[in-house]
């Protein structure tokens, strides 16, 4: 892992230069767009594309979104080639009509984006700017669905260049270097981390670990981390995790990795997922580096808990016990409209083939995990002969495996303690 991480950086630590900006050409980022589509060679293309950068990088939002709504409607596909292609494919399905209609059906946008990121470290801008447009999209408008239309094409180009074959796993330790550091801190979107002792913390003890994926284009730029708690037994509260008196056990003394944090780091890839090849690979990482380890589990917050309830006009539930079994009943019965879990961390998990494990009231007492969820976690186990199953009867039927003891409280019957995993 180390090494090929070490040869990826390399490969794009040599790349050139970026080329010179023309600081005389005052044209607009839509008219450099139209520009760059004509040029004739690389070389032109690429100095155009730098000078495109550099010019959205001045815009305002207006400025922002006149360009995109200039891809948008000046370099969309044409419907009626597509018709033509289509029927012409139809007739006489060949190489030729194929490649034909594969032509027709791409926006010249999507070749626009693909000569942009030509230019050195394009690739991080080009995901910065999906984020301003993502933002764009949500703040509404008339031309919100010409801009959504536009947004498939950043996500299909995005998806292919950041698919899984490209990632590399690199392990954050106290000894990385204080940059990336202080993203960890700033990114960590589940249990903000108050400092620098917070992070030592979380780093440095033996029973503690982090992974993070990245991207060679981005090699000081993590995508997505997670954050792993060694334990004896499955953890059933985030304060134990984070004590800051707590005692470290050795690695070697731990039956239980917990998956405690996980955050996404890219607005700009927002859709392109990332988590479930991190687990997979973490998972297996830790097999190999810790045979003592018999159990994967989360500790998993419940962020859409306290919004259902409030949807379905119930108050603050009385006590612990009454919040677990709502958070159960939520987690089993609460559907989106799409009919899946409306819960968007049980989706993720349950869609991965984790088992929804064990619920535990009192586990997050922050700010926090008070307005989303009373403070309530849960346990997501990842019981390796019981994963593909999970996952095929989820996806194919929307079956949630779990356990005797949520099903128990979701069914509000009197709850059996969850039952031992090792």
């Known amino acids: 892992m180390s090494l090929l991480a070490d040869i990826l950086s390399g490969l794009f ?90 032509a027709a059906a791409e926006p010249p946008r999507q070749d626009l984006i693909r000569r942009v990121n030509r230019v050195t470290d394009a690739t991080g801008q080009i995901v910065r700017m999906r984020a301003d447009l993502l933002r764009l999209i949500r703040a509404g408008g008339g031309d919100a669905p010409a801009l959504a239309a536009l947004d498939e094409d950043f996500r299909h180009l995005l998806s292919s260049w950041f698919n899984r074959g490209f990632l590399v796993l690199r392990p954050i330790t106290w000894e990385t270097s204080a ?37 060679p284009a981005m090699p000081d730029e993590p995508l997505i981390f997670v954050e792993i708690a060694l334990t004896r037994g499955i953890p059933a509260s985030v304060q134990g ?20 944090s996980i955050s996404n780091c890219q607005p700009g890839l927002s859709g392109i997922s990332f988590g479930n090849s991190l687990i997979k690979q973490v998972v297996a990482d830790l097999r190999e580096a810790l045979p003592n380890l018999s159990t994967f589990v989360t500790l998993s917050p419940v962020p859409g808990l306290a ?36 819960d968007p961390v049980a989706r993720f998990h349950l869609g991965n083939g984790a088992r929804l494990h064990a619920v535990h009231a009192g586990a997050d007492t922050s700010e926090r995990g008070q307005r989303q969820s009373w403070g309530v976690m849960v346990n997501y186990l990842y019981d390796r002969p019981e994963i593909a199953g999970n996952h095929r009867r989820f996806s194919e039927t929307g079956e949630i495996a779990a356990s005797d003891a949520v099903r128990a409280l979701a069914a509000e019957r009197p709850a059996p303690q969850p039952e031992e995993v090792r």
């Open 13 to 102: 630590d040599r790349r050139r230069a970026p080329p010179p900006v023309d600081k005389d050409d005052r044209r607009a980022p839509s008219d450099l767009a139209r520009a760059l589509m004509r040029a004739p060679g690389e070389d032109a293309q690429r100095d155009l594309a730098a000078l495109l950068l550099s010019r959205y990088a001045e815009q305002d939002d207006a400025g922002k979104r006149a360009l995109f709504l200039a891809l948008a409607r000046d370099m969309d596909v044409d419907a009626a080639a597509v018709r033509a292609a289509v029927e012409a494919y139809a007739a006489a399905p060949d190489r030729d009509t194929y490649r034909a209609f594969a």
């Open 179 to 215: 940059a990336l550091l202080e993203k960890i801190i700033a990114y960590e979107a589940v249990h903000d981390i108050g400092g620098w002792d917070d992070l030592r913390r979380r780093l440095q003890p033996p029973d503690r670990r982090c992974f993070a994926f990245f991207h």
């Open 241 to 260: 995790i984070l004590h800051p008196e707590r005692s470290p056990i050795p690695a070697a003394e731990a039956d239980t990795a917990c998956f405690y």
């Open 307 to 342: 919004r259902w309830a409030e949807d379905e006009g119930m108050g603050p539930p009385p006590d612990a016990q009454s919040a677990r079994r709502r958070a159960a009943r939520y987690l089993v019965r609460a559907k989106s409209s799409a009919g899946a879990p409306r």
